[in-house]
């Protein structure tokens, strides 16, 4: 497993990458070392047991860079779902809101 760090530096005009490392994990903890872990990881992260068949079959096959475009694809998936969450909970805080702002107002009278 490989942990990407990104620096950046912040200038008046703009925000850019300064400098990426990569640290490679112990070797216990690389999928390579098991077969299903890359399953078990994929099913951890909420993906169908069909998408984590998948993207085993293809790491295992050696189509690494195909496995790693399915999982930004099934990333894409998830943040979508995580903003569409998100949406839903500020409305229900709006409604939250106006709702203790009735009772406070109802209080007064």
Known sequence: MNIMI?????????????????????????????????????????????SADYVNHLYQAGRISDALHKMKMIRCDLMEELHQSQRRVDCLDYLIRQTEKEIRKQKKN
């Open 6 to 50: 990104c620096i950046i530096t912040i200038s008046e005009t703009s925000v850019k990458p300064l400098q990426y490392k990569y640290r490679e994990a112990l070797k216990e903890e690389l999928p390579v070392g098991n077969e299903n872990a890359v399953k078990c990881n994929l099913l951890d992260a909420g993906c169908s047991n069909e």
